[in-house]
T-cell receptor, first 111, second 114 residues
């Protein structure tokens, strides 16, 4: 079942912060975050694994609440380059590759 | 270095025709994935290759869809008897090993079935 992302869209001014949430109805082994700019390929941001391990880019932070089956992506001091659609992909089977993606959160950062 | 490439970038075909979509993964990447992305949706998993074999094809929607990776590098997604509902962007991704979580996506092939 597809994870639910919130908000669906958010508009920021440069320098502001945002939180994007991802919630699943299934128990999760891992949560993967990707960003996709219009007309481009998705780009990996971070993976959060059951047990607390995280791998990703230094400027991105996220949390994973295994009990609540939720993850949040934290974007601080946003830059214009942060604009794009953010997708969470969840893995409920332990494969770490067979991801079910949410519908995405459109982030727009204005000057 | 070169990223994942996909050809063609756009494909328009008539309902009922056969199409092939090609993916060139990053050199040396053993894992390869195909996804389908419809407008306003996230990518939808189709199939995963580890080397030459399809390790998981559970996401293929029906038997009109088939994918191969004969030499463990380039992969081709084949769609028979295309339907209008097949219209979407087909994305390919690769990763260095089965346990490498970071998937590198290609730019996609936009398939339009008229």
């Amino acid at each position: 079942q597809q994870p639910v992302q919130s908000p669906q869209a958010v508009i920021l001014r440069e320098g502001e912060d945002a939180v994007i949430n991802c919630s699943s109805s299934k128990a999760l082994y891992s949560v993967h975050w990707y960003r996709q700019k219009h007309g481009e390929a998705p780009v990996f941001l971070m993976i959060l694994l059951k047990g607390g391990e995280q791998k990703g880019h230094d400027k991105i932070s996220a949390s994973f609440n295994e009990k609540k089956q939720q993850s949040s992506l934290y974007l601080t001091a946003s830059q214009l380059s942060y604009s794009g659609t953010y997708f969470c992909g969840t893995d409920s089977g332990g494969s770490n590759y067979k991801l079910t993606f949410g519908k995405g959160t459109l982030l727009t950062v204005n000057p | 270095g070169a990223g994942v490439s996909q050809t063609p970038s756009n494909k328009v075909t008539e309902k009922g025709k056969y199409v092939e979509l090609r993916c060139d993964p990053i050199s040396g990447h053993t894992a390869l994935y195909w996804y389908r992305q419809s407008l306003g949706q996230g990518p939808e998993f189709l199939i995963y290759f580890q080397g030459t074999g399809a390790a998981d094809d559970s996401g293929l929607p029906n038997d009109r869809f088939f994918a191969v990776r004969p030499e463990g590098s380039v992969s081709t997604l084949k769609i028979q008897r295309t339907e209008r509902g097949d219209s979407a962007v087909y994305l390919c991704a690769s990763s260095s090993t089965r346990d490498s979580y970071e998937q590198y996506f290609g730019p996609g092939t936009r398939l339009t079935v008229t």
